[in-house]
C-alpha cells in the first residue's frame, strides 16, 4: 500500500478503436481512489471513438503527460495501431519505468508486450487473444485478474472493473478499495454463466470465435513481427 499522504498521478491511454469498457470501467474505480488526480492522454487532443461509435476526449496529449505512478492501458480493436507505434510504445516504456503500477485491460496488454513490458511476466489478456501473450514473452495464465510485482493484468472487457478494484486495494487499501465498490454498487448477478470460453455454450463459443478470426489473425501476424523484433523465441505448437 502507498502512504495515504502520498499524492498518486494516474493516467489512462486513449486512442481511435478503443474498447470503452477497457477505458470507463476502470475509470470508475481509478477515479475515485483517494489522493489522486486522473487524466486520459491521447496522441493529439482530438476526439476517438471507441469500437461501437461512442466518442471519447483525452485530458491532453501524450507528451503533456506527467511522469503517472499508475499507468492504465486497455485493449480494443484498434490495439492493432499501435502494436508497431514507436511514439506510442516509447511513451509507454517510459511511463512504466517510473510508475509504481501498470494496469492493463484486455488485449491492452498486447501492447505492453509490444513495448517489451512482458518478457518473463505471468500475465492475461482477453480469450480470444490469450494464446498470444507468449509471442511476447509473457508467462500466460488463465485466471480474471493476474498480478505480477507492480504489473496487474485484467482479462476481457469487464474483468478490467475487478482489475482496478485489486488496484485500489494494492494503492489505498481493502478498506478504500470496499468503499469504492460500494459506490458503485458493484454486485453483479449476470443471467447466464456464458463469461468465459469455460462456461459458455459450445455453439455459442462457437459463434464468438467465428466473429473475431479476422482481427484475431491479424493480431497473430503482428505478435509474430513484434516476436521477432524483441527476439522471443515462441515453441511451435
Given amino acids: 500500500m502507498i502512504a495515504h499522504d502520498v499524492h498518486l498521478r494516474i493516467g489512462s491511454l486513449l486512442f481511435e478503436g478503443v474498447d470503452q469498457i477497457d477505458l470507463t470501467g476502470p475509470f470508475e474505480v481509478l477515479s475515485r481512489i483517494p489522493n489522486s488526480t486522473y487524466r486520459i492522454y491521447g496522441k493529439t487532443l482530438e476526439p476517438v471513438r471507441d469500437i461501437k461509435g461512442l466518442r471519447l476526449t483525452p485530458d491532453a496529449t501524450l507528451a503533456d503527460a506527467p511522469p503517472l505512478d499508475v499507468l492504465h492501458v486497455p485493449g480494443g480493436f484498434g490495439q492493432e495501431a499501435l502494436m508497431e507505434d514507436a511514439e506510442v510504445l516509447d511513451w509507454i516504456r517510459a511511463q512504466a ?46 485466471e480474471r485478474v493476474v498480478v505480477d510485482g507492480s504489473y496487474v493484468f485484467a482479462a476481457g472487457v469487464t474483468a478490467g472493473i475487478d482489475g482496478a478494484l485489486r488496484l485500489a486495494a494494492e494503492l489505498r487499501g481493502d478498506d478504500a478499495a470496499q468503499a469504492i465498490q460500494l459506490y458503485m454498487a458493484y454486485a453483479p448477478e449476470p443471467p447466464f454463466d456464458s463469461g468465459t470460453p469455460e462456461t459458455a455454450p459450445p455453439e455459442i463459443l462457437q459463434q464468438s470465435r467465428q466473429a473475431t478470426r479476422a482481427i484475431t489473425a491479424q493480431r497473430e501476424e503482428t505478435a509474430r513481427r513484434v516476436a521477432a523484433r524483441l527476439g522471443v523465441v515462441v515453441a511451435a505448437d
Fill in 97 to 142: 519505468a517510473g510508475a509504481c503500477r501498470i494496469f492493463s485491460v484486455c488485449t491492452g496488454a498486447l501492447i505492453c508486450g509490444a513495448a517489451g513490458l512482458l518478457r518473463g511476466r505471468r500475465a492475461t489478456t482477453h480469450w480470444a487473444s490469450f494464446h498470444l501473450l507468449p509471442f511476447f514473452g509473457a508467462v500466460p495464465v488463465n
